[in-house]
């Protein structure tokens, strides 16, 4: 018997044993998607313009509370636009965290700016509050800039993400960021329908970034987000993502460099179906965090729980074991049973293109990332 062929078997039940592979996260169709893709495809209206998008928006500014809502191409171009809307220039150092997937750093060195990792909340899995006021010691403001003393160097944004649909303590966050005049823009990309005191992810800083890849809660095949309640940022960052192209009725005058990241209309019509749905596939996910907080509650294997005052999505529930070389057991063993579970990514300041990064202490991020695993969370049907 394999060390760890009874946590399979109850995986494979809970899923239905009449399957022979349990993937990670899959998408569930079980709306109005199939409708909405035939109306919006006999419409003719399937990119950047269409009555979904603006729907897509709408819903959204709904969910969260925001004032606006700049739906996007893929997370990724939402926190790329959150990013330079917010100034973020070449040669500035943005601070986020290293246990984190690559696209949250790519967005950064889209602009041009240093990533600066710092570590992670054993906890929530997401930013350290502490690991942040650390950092920030070394900054003041110098003529109203925040600058880095060490370097001198502008830093112009702190980008928390919320990892797999933990909350991190973004209010406590926020109020650090604040001290020194700092925008903190949210990578809310795996938190869609997470709340942090009764508040939806995405929404306490000046700024968030939703994700609706194919592996998300929710899906729309490729589709992101951007949330403010700031107007002027808010008109910049759609202005933006459409070429900043003045309105005109047949000119084609741009105002300056502009990006193609609006979503296209047949995404925003399958993110619509989905999310109608969004409530009961968090309930759903939350009943599937339950089984598995109960599979584990009497082992040595550390099940990662929502904190109190949150209400997390469950996007990928997650487990430490107490070594790397357990860890890899575990992988092993479980994906040779056709269950797919996955390790956290290598951590962002390990990657050979950014160790020349600025990094603080990352003991939790390692620790993390030599123990953690992903189990099986797709939405139970």
């Known amino acids: 018997m394999q060390k760890y062929e009874s946590y399979i078997e109850k995986i494979k039940h809970y899923y239905g044993n009449d399957r022979s592979f349990i993937p990670l996260h899959e998408p569930c169709f079980n709306g109005n998607e199939k409708a909405y893709l035939n109306e919006c495809i006999d419409s003719t209206f399937v990119s950047s313009v269409g009555p979904f998008v603006d729907r897509f928006e709408d819903m959204m500014k709904e969910l969260t509370g925001s004032k606006h809502a700049i739906a996007v191409v893929n997370g990724t171009a939402a926190l790329h636009l959150a990013l330079i809307v ?27 700016a240093i990533p600066y990792f710092v570590d992670v909340d054993r906890q929530n899995l997401s930013m350290s509050v502490e690991s942040l006021a650390i950092a ?83 899906t ?10 700031d107007d002027e940022l ?104 056709g269950v797919m579970t996955r390790p956290a990514w290598n951590p962002l300041h390990q990657l050979s293109f950014l160790k020349q990064s600025f990094c603080g202490d990352l003991t939790n991020t390692q620790y993390i990332a030599d123990r953690l695993v992903n189990l099986p969370s797709s939405v139970r049907k």
């Open 86 to 112: 917010s100034g973020v220039e070449p040669g500035d150092l943005v601070i986020t965290q290293s246990l984190s997937f690559v696209a949250t750093t790519n967005a950064i060195l889209y602009t041009g």
């Open 136 to 218: 920030l010691n070394d900054v003041e403001l110098v003529n109203g800039i925040p600058t880095h003393i060490p370097t001198g160097k502008k830093v112009s944004a702190v980008v928390p993400m919320h990892t797999f649909g933990f909350s991190a303590k973004v209010d406590e966050l926020r109020d650090l960021c604040s001290v020194k005049n700092i925008p903190l823009i949210e990578d809310a990309a795996e938190s869609l329908g997470t709340r942090y005191k009764t508040q939806h992810t995405g929404t306490f800083g000046q700024m968030g970034t939703f994700s609706f890849n194919g592996n998300k809660t929710i």
């Open 220 to 229: 729309s095949g490729g589709g992101g987000i951007l949330v403010t309640n």
């Open 234 to 337: 808010g008109k910049l960052a759609k202005h933006l993502s459409t070429q900043a192209k003045k309105s005109h009725p047949w000119e084609y005058d741009h105002d300056r460099m502009g990006y193609n990241y609006r979503c296209p209309n047949i995404n925003a019509a399958l993110a619509c179906a989905q999310l109608e749905q969004l409530e009961e596939f968090i309930q759903n996910k939350r009943e599937t965090a339950g089984f598995y907080h109960d599979l584990f509650r009497d082992s040595s294997i550390e099940y990662i729980a929502e904190e109190q005052d949150t209400k997390a999505n469950y996007w990928l529930n997650t487990i430490l074991l107490t070594s790397k070389e357990e860890r890899d057991e575990f992988l092993s063993e479980t994906n040779a049973a």
